[in-house]
């Protein structure tokens, strides 16, 4: 579930909120929470060693703001993929082929994302928790509309749901851009893929 301030491919921000958000992805990534200080992220983003104290309260807030706008992307997402269609099968194929697409262009924030919630306050993670369910919730009402209408067939739409998800979030953790396949590639095969999860029939 990526960042809505992705930096791969995007020219430096310049609003001094935007431009820490960006740098700490960057750190993250390359030390992990524990391992980047705060004079790492105000280093990178240009500014002074106490800058990130201005804007946010710790360390712990600066990465808290990345993981929620990354999921509340992921949640607009979903929704309107969900909007997008009548038909179960697209809804589907539309909120697979975005979401692997997001992780894809998005992987090294989407990876702050998804594999730093034990760095976040118990308070921030129940917020991102429950985002996090809004998120399953709209993949599971998908897996199920389509069992209701007769054209997917899984014993556990739960589950199912769960695995679909899973399967775009762990792009982030292998993709590169200069990789040996695409975004539109990869979002291609995995269409695919979920159609035989859900136990699509032609």
Same mark, same amino acid.
């Given at each position: ?9 995007? %020219?430096? !921000? ?8 960006? /740098? ?18 105000? =280093? ?11 804007? $946010? ?6 990465? $808290? ?6 999921? #509340?992307?992921?949640?607009?997402? &979903? ?8 038909? !179960?099968?697209?809804?589907?194929? =539309? /909120? ?11 992987? =090294? ?5 998804? $594999?730093?919630?034990?760095?976040? %306050? ?7 928790? /429950?985002?996090?369910? /809004? ?8 897996? #199920? ?8 067939? =899984? ?11 899973? &399967? ?6 292998? $993709? ?15 269409? #695919? &893929? ?9």
């Amino acid at each position: 579930m990526p960042d809505a301030h992705p930096k791969t491919r995007e %020219s430096r !921000p310049e609003n001094a909120r935007d431009r820490l958000i960006a /740098a700490g992805v960057e750190a993250f990534a390359a030390k992990g929470f524990h391992g980047t200080t705060t004079r790492d992220i105000s =280093t990178a983003a240009g500014m002074s060693p106490a800058a990130l104290y201005v804007h $946010y309260k710790s360390k712990e807030e600066l990465l $808290y703001q990345i993981s929620r706008s990354g999921h #509340e992307a992921t949640l607009r997402l &979903l929704r309107e993929s969900r909007a997008s269609s009548d038909d !179960p099968a697209e809804q589907l194929l =539309t /909120a697979v082929r975005e979401f692997v697409t997001f992780h894809a262009r998005s992987h =090294t924030s989407a990876r702050i994302v998804n $594999y730093e919630l034990s760095a976040l %306050s118990a308070e921030h993670y129940a917020e991102i928790r /429950a985002v996090r369910r /809004a998120i399953d919730q709209e993949m599971r009402q998908i897996v #199920e509309a389509g069992i209701a209408r007769g054209v997917f067939h =899984t014993a556990n739409p739960r589950m199912t749901a769960l695995a679909l998800l899973s &399967l775009g979030v762990d792009v982030a953790r292998w $993709y590169r851009d200069d990789g040996e396949w695409s975004d539109h590639d990869i979002a291609d095969h995995y269409c #695919e &893929l979920a159609l035989r999860i859900v136990g699509a029939r032609a």
